[in-house]
């Protein structure tokens, strides 16, 4: 059975850091791109960052560029997103993804399966 369980969520001052991590099982997690997304409150999931399968590559969303480090180690079977200089607006449940049909674009390669989601909040 697949699963994809997030956590290393909280709250933090704007400024602050917040590692998370996504522990996969149930599938050869080193055999595919994985994506973390985000939703706001009341708002739509976000694309914030992908990754290939032997983290040869990266990608992010422009408003996380510079600040974010999607990262993966797969002989943990663990999807990481190092967050640094956080902002009010990067407040929202933060979710890590399987790709399984790429996209275009990054921003639209198609999931098969979704964490839970963790809670970042950025308040001062």
């Known amino acids: 059975q697949v699963q994809l369980v997030e956590s290393g969520g909280g709250l933090v001052q704007p400024g602050g850091s917040l590692r998370l991590s996504c522990v996969a099982s149930g599938f050869t997690f080193s055999t595919y791109y994985m994506t973390w997304v985000r939703q706001a409150p009341g708002k739509w999931l976000e694309w914030v960052a992908s990754?290939?399968?032997?983290?040869?590559?990266?990608y992010y969303t422009d408003s996380v560029k510079g600040r974010f480090t999607i990262s993966r180690d797969n002989a943990k079977n663990t999807l990481y997103l190092q967050m640094n200089s956080l902002k009010s607006e990067d407040t929202g449940v933060y979710i890590c993804a399987k790709v399984f049909i790429l996209g275009a674009t990054t921003s639209r390669d198609e999931h098969d399966y979704w964490g839970q989601g963790t809670q970042v909040t950025v308040s001062s």
């Open positions: 990754i290939f399968s032997d983290g040869s590559n990266t």
